[in-house]
């Protein structure tokens, strides 16, 4: 085969059927497998990421009985009558020449809800509910539930399940001896402990057959206190392929672990070296996961005998064409999964239904559509950030004639500082794909081009869209202005972008996205631990099972390069308004170097000394920090003068992004009111 990923394209032969390649699509939920009046949309959603050629499809969680939902009323498969309503999506999948197995997720002690059981009776940090500890009938009675559960996965057309056995869930809770606390035939030695999963996988396949996918995924990493060590891992995979599992698939960490996983901060394929550490001790398929975001990156694991298949779910989210462009040479061509957690895991965590950051049309494909469009308008768009550049793309791949003004030397607004986070890097690669979006559509790109009222009432367009963004705001500190031509105080953009020298004490004030980014980008040293993969395992305490329990080491942090003071006006904890799956690595970021996060203050100067403040509404305790450098992270204003003077003029005018709400400046609302307003001009 001639292309540049022959691993990553090469079939997959499972003796009873063939996967036309190495990728499988992860289990993520999307908050469409509640309900079944949502199934069409799962159904458009699956059947799109088909036809972009994914080899083997895993849907979102279905609980196999009440006991094992997520939260009340979750999804759940345990009669024919919802199989029959899963029909349509297995037929979808099929007619698209794919393959799709349904994920059985039974949450234990996670599931937030009363009815939650487990193998002790122990809380979980995540979950407020009390799980009742089962007795040896109740046990019995859970394995029946995924044996049924896969039975009815098969009748509704599913090619096969995969039982989640990792994550902390329900399984893995008997596996630990720390949730485990039995003595009967469930609990004690390993071989008792790991008997619920072993049992489950040998009466699926006794029920299902020999030639319906049994997928498990193991907890190979737990990332926890008295996790697993390697030496059950091995015993587990090898009892697990003795059972009939089919594909071992790769969990890593619980969900009560205080690791991150999968955030963008985590290096790309951070977590390879785990499955490839199970190679040769199974003779199964197996297939690893956890930040990998590119054909090249699921390549080189492949090509080096890391796993035999990859497992990536957001970036089938960010885009659904990500393997049909690798296979026809258009890889850089693919809309890169960020790893935000913004559109996805948070709008879960939030019972939203999940999309992506940079493809707002993911979990939306049926009502988000972007046809041709009916006749071609000439349009202008002002702004090259992420949402001047959504909307222009998405206008001329409708079929518009597109002008994308920009007065600065190059596309990207706020993501060319994103971008030089540390831990942000991959906001690079969304600037890649628009680059290359933006020749592959036919927008005209003038860059280094301030459009004016004067020449866009020219007459040349049908409409025009202001994406012309924010600027920072100036929280007008006294002292502030005069301190500003010697470079001791400074705004965001200027101390992310380098243009000032920045001294080794700094106070940051404002407390948003921002200025958490840049106290990042302050105390991260001339490496950044997301490019590293074992300065990263170093610093958050990641190590070899075979070592230690779970993985865990005690974390060795580089000093800070820099002393710094996080600052906001509001008394609430800070980073309390971060995203609900991410807040909390950004602030144990800023703890392990030791930044100052202070709340409460008021800000009264700035002179040689420092920057002086005094705290609460009483304005006490007069302070000084004495910093050599302030950054000013105060948030940002719209910028829309053009707005006002082309209306008066009677154009057709749109605001979006930052231009529109500056308080909403985030790339997330950004991209997606770019492209709903592209859709449907
Ligand atoms: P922001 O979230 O609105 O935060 C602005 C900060 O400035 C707040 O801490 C605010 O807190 C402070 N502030 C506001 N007015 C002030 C004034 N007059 N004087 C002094 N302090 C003032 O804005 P941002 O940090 O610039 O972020 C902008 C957007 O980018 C946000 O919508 C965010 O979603 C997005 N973003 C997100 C991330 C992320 O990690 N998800 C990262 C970067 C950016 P007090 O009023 O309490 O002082
Ligand atoms: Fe990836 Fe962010 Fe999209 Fe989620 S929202 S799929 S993390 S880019």
Same mark, same amino acid.
């Given at each position: 085969m001639h292309s540049a990923f022959p691993h990553l394209l090469a079939p997959l032969d499972l003796g009873f059927v063939r996967l036309r390649n190495r990728v499988l699509m992860g289990s993520m939920h999307t908050?469409?497998?509640?309900?079944?009046?949502h199934f069409p949309r799962l159904e458009a959603y699956f059947a799109e990421r088909a036809r972009g050629q994914v080899g083997l499809i895993v849907t979102g969680g279905f609980a196999p009985n009440v006991e094992g939902?997520?939260?009340?009323?979750?999804g759940r498969l345990t009669t024919r009558g919802t199989a029959a309503k899963h029909a349509p999506i297995t037929r979808a999948v099929h007619a698209e020449g794919g393959h799709v197995a349904l994920q059985i997720l039974h949450t234990g002690r996670?599931?937030?809800?009363?009815l939650a059981v487990s193998a002790s009776r122990l809380r979980s940090p995540i979950s407020p509910f009390m799980p009742r500890a089962l007795g040896a009938r109740g046990i019995e009675r859970q394995i029946r539930a995924f044996v049924r559960c896969a039975v009815l996965a098969r009748e509704a057309g599913y090619d096969g399940v995969e039982?989640?056995?990792?994550?902390?869930?329900f399984i893995n809770q008997f596996l630990v001896e720390h949730v485990n606390r039995?003595?009967?035939?469930?609990?004690?030695?390993y071989a008792n402990r790991m008997r619920l999963p072993v049992e489950i996988v040998t009466r699926t396949r006794e029920a299902v057959g020999p030639d319906f996918i049994l997928v498990y995924r193991l907890?190979?990493?737990?990332?926890?206190?008295d996790g697993s060590d390697w030496n059950e891992v091995v015993q587990l995979a090898q009892a697990v392929e003795r059972a009939g599992a089919t594909i071992i698939n790769t969990g890593i960490g619980?969900?009560?672990?205080?690791?991150?996983?999968?955030?963008?901060?985590? %290096? $790309? =394929?951070?977590?390879a070296w785990v499955t490839r550490k199970l190679?040769?001790?199974?003779a199964i398929p197996l297939c690893t996961t956890n930040r990998i975001n590119t054909p090249d990156v699921a390549e080189r694991l492949l090509a080096e005998g890391a796993a035999d298949m990859v497992s990536m779910a957001r970036p089938l989210l960010a885009d659904p064409d990500f393997v049909a462009k690798a296979a026809s040479g258009r890889a850089d061509e693919i809309n890169t999964c960020?790893?935000?957690?913004?559109a996805c895991l948070d709008h879960v965590f939030q019972r939203k239904v999940a999309s992506c950051?940079?493809? %707002? $049309? =993911?979990?939306h494909e049926t009502e988000l559509r972007y046809a041709r469009a009916p006749s071609r308008k000439r349009i202008a768009v002002v702004g090259a950030g992420p949402a001047g550049l959504a909307c222009a793309t998405v206008l001329a791949g409708r079929g518009h004639a597109v002008d994308l003004f920009e007065a600065?030397?190059?596309?990207g607004g706020q993501f060319n500082l994103a971008l030089r986070v540390p831990g942000k890097e991959e906001f690079r690669e969304t600037l890649r794909y628009f680059r290359r979006r933006l020749e592959v559509t036919g927008v005209r790109l003038h860059l280094g081009t301030r459009a004016t009222v004067a020449s866009l009432l020219d007459?040349?367009?049908d409409e025009i869209v202001l994406s012309t963004g924010v600027v920072a705001r100036d929280p007008?500190?006294?002292g502030a202005d005069e301190h500003r031509a010697s470079g001791r105080v400074l705004d965001y953009a200027e101390a992310l972008l380098g243009r000032r020298p920045i001294g080794a004490r700094v106070a940051v004030v404002g407390a948003g996205g921002i200025g958490f980014d840049v106290a990042e980008y302050l105390v991260t040293?001339?490496?950044s631990p997301s490019l590293d993969v074992e300065l990263w395992q170093r610093e958050w305490g990641v190590t070899d099972p075979e070592l230690a329990r779970g993985g865990l080491a005690a974390p060795q942090i580089e000093p800070a390069a820099r002393k710094v003071y996080l600052l906001q006006?509001?008394?609430?904890?800070?980073?309390?308004?971060?995203?609900?799956?991410?807040g909390w690595i950004h602030r144990a970021s800023l703890k392990m170097k030791r930044v100052e996060m202070i709340g409460d203050v008021r800000y009264e100067r700035i002179d040689e000394r420092g920057l002086h403040v005094s705290f609460g509404e009483a304005r006490t305790?007069?302070?000084?920090?004495?910093?050599?450098t302030v950054v000013l992270c105060a948030g940002q204003e719209s910028v829309r003068d053009l707005d006002a003077p082309l209306r008066a003029a009677g154009r057709r005018v749109h605001v979006i992004g930052g231009a529109d709400v500056a308080a909403e400046l985030d790339a997330k609302h950004a991209i997606d009111q770019g492209s709903r307003l592209a859709a449907r001009l």
């Open positions: 908050g469409l497998e509640d309900d079944p009046k939902w997520a939260a009340p009323f979750s996670y599931g937030y809800h009363p039982i989640m056995g990792s994550e902390g869930y039995r003595d009967d035939a469930w609990g004690g030695s907890s190979m990493l737990d990332l926890v206190p619980w969900h009560e672990a205080r690791i991150p996983t999968i955030a963008t901060s985590v %290096p $790309r =394929a951070a977590f190679k040769g001790q199974v960020i790893a935000c957690n913004q950051l940079v493809n %707002p $049309r =993911a979990g600065g030397d190059d596309i007459g040349t367009h007008a500190i006294p040293g001339a490496h006006r509001k008394s609430t904890p800070l980073g309390k308004d971060l995203g609900k799956t991410t305790q007069p302070t000084v920090f004495e910093v050599d």
